[in-house]
Structure formats: C-alpha cells, structure tokens
C-alpha cells in the first residue's frame, strides 16, 4: 500500500493500528479505501473497534487471541441483545442447603445449611461462565470445624 508516498506491507499497518485508540482507528477507517480494507481484515482491530461501542474496556491478557476474544465479545453481546436467558442446566443444592444465597459475588453464590446440626456449614458455588472459560466448582466450608471438604 502506498500510504503518504511510503510503502508499507498492510500487516505493519495493522500492527502500527494496533497501538491507537479506537477513535484513530475509526478515522484511519473512514479516511480512504485501503485502510478500510485492512482494519477490516483484521481481527484486533475490529476487536477493539466493537468492544468500545459495546462500551466495554479489555481484559488483562490470558493468552486469548483477537479472534477468540472477537467471536466471545460478539456471542456476548448477540445473547445480551436478544435477551435469550438460558435455564441452568442444574442448580446443585440439597434440602440441607438454603436455597436463598447468603452472598453473591459476580459468579460466586455461598450458600448456608438449613439444619441446626449442620449450621457452621457454608457451600461455595462458582457458576460456569462459558464465555470466559470458567468451569463450575464447589466447596464446602465447615466453619464450626474449620476444615474444608471438595
């Protein structure tokens, strides 16, 4: 592409873009053809251009590509948009334990036990958060014990 007089190879473009804001990215897109075509083949440029119209701030990095993190952001905000609420598979709680929560913290719910006999019993309950790639776990804190059982 000759941008300016200069020719630089689009993929140096693109990482050059890389390093600006979505604003920049959004005028370089609307100022001619060539870069329209390469912000729009590239998947951390338009990474960066939805998540800001979704209102959104990027994550510390986890080792997940632009792409992934594209398709996520997109499953995301297609679900939030169609308000299609998914029912949980299954809700693991006994009639031992409450099945009002005590606190819930982003996708961390404690619950407590129901009898006398087992009060000092908290169950932990971290919900899978399949877009974040979080698998559900429990645990089971015996307060009056101190000991914890998986």
């Known amino acids: 592409m000759s ?3 200069l020719s630089l190879p689009n993929e140096l473009i693109s990482n050059i873009l890389e390093y600006t804001d ?8 609307r100022s001619c053809h060539c870069l329209k075509d390469i912000i729009d083949v590239s998947s951390a440029l338009r990474y960066t251009i939805e998540l800001a119209a979704a ?7 986890n080792g ?4 992934e993190r594209l398709r996520r952001l997109r499953s ?3 679900c939030w948009k169609s308000s299609a609420w998914a029912q949980p598979d299954h809700f693991p709680y006994s009639e031992e334990i409450s099945t009002t929560p005590l606190a819930v913290s982003g996708n961390l719910v404690v619950f407590s036990a129901l009898t006398p006999r087992n009060r000092g019993i908290r169950k932990l ?3 899978r958060f399949d877009l974040r790639g979080i698998p559900e776990q429990q645990w ?11």
């Open 76 to 78: 995301s905000q297609t």
């Open 22 to 29: 979505y604003r920049t990215i959004i005028a370089c897109r």
């Open 3 to 5: 941008l300016l007089g």
């Open 55 to 61: 209102g959104m701030c990027d994550g510390a990095p």
């Open 125 to 127: 309950l971290l919900l």
């Open 64 to 67: 997940v590509g632009p792409t």
């Open 140 to 150: 089971h804190i015996d307060l009056d014990c101190e000991g914890t059982r998986n």
